[in-house]
């Protein structure tokens, strides 16, 4: 059965931590691998990871995908308040729609 | 930049009474995908449409029927409504496979 589990489940620092956070997975016909971030609402996309060891950055989020050994991190430096939310991982497959997710990483940020 | 729209952000119903979610892509995106998230749990793929056919399915109760319309649009149809419906309930859309943008959600509470 395709799975994918993160962990911490959660995860609690103060401001300037940095995080990292991991996403692994078992898929079948693996395609692609997604961060989002998700607060009270909807999940916002982060980052999508095709390729092994191709760093994908935006400010002080970065992500990395290990195809070899299934996993994934996602990195947050110097992190802050409004980085608190849950952090979900999602895995794409060949010939599906269907996104699987992970149970998620609740990030609290405290001052 | 435009988001995926859902209304009503929140609807609460009776059981076995019946509900219709709706949902409009961003502009351009062919691709629709509903999901149900229940309170604490992760997002669950339920079916998803590309350009008006449906594409996939997943764990859809036969309750529910959804279908997409000439602009794109999509609703979501639920009958014989049950306390167990009550979740968020996320739409969300693409131009490619996997980069999936999720809409702010419909609170679907069951009374």
């Known amino acids: 059965e395709d799975k994918v589990v993160q962990s911490p489940l959660s995860l609690v620092v103060h401001e300037g931590d940095t995080v990292t956070l991991n996403c692994s997975y078992e898929?079948?016909?693996?395609?692609?691998l997604l961060w989002y971030k998700q607060e009270k609402k909807a999940p916002t996309f982060l980052f999508m990871l095709?390729?092994?060891?191709i760093e994908k950055k935006s400010g002080r989020l970065s992500s990395i995908l290990d195809k070899k050994e299934l996993f994934s991190i996602l990195n947050i430096t110097a992190t802050q308040t409004g980085d608190s939310a849950v952090y979900l991982c999602?895995?794409?497959?060949?010939?599906?729609?269907?996104?699987?997710f992970g149970t998620g990483t609740r990030l609290q940020v405290f001052p | 930049a435009a988001g995926v729209i859902q209304s009503p952000r929140h609807l609460i119903k009776e059981k076995r009474e019946t509900a219709t979610l709706k949902c409009y892509p961003i502009?351009?995106?062919?691709?629709v995908y509903w999901y149900q998230q229940g309170p604490g749990q992760d997002p669950q793929f339920l079916i998803s449409?590309?350009?008006?056919?449906?594409?996939d399915k997943g764990s859809i109760p036969d309750r529910f029927s959804a279908q997409q319309f000439s602009d794109y649009h999509s609703e979501l149809n639920m009958s014989s409504l049950e306390l167990g419906d009550s979740a968020l309930y996320f739409c969300?859309?693409?131009?490619?496979?996997?980069?999936?943008?999720f809409g702010p959600g419909t609170r679907l509470t069951v009374l």
């Open positions: 898929v079948t016909n693996f395609r692609s």
């Open positions: 095709t390729s092994s060891g």
């Open positions: 449409f590309y350009e008006k056919m449906q594409s």
């Open positions: 502009p351009r995106h062919d691709t």
């Open positions: 999602a895995v794409g497959g060949y010939n599906t729609d269907k996104l699987i």
């Open positions: 969300a859309s693409s131009s490619a496979p996997d980069t999936q943008y």
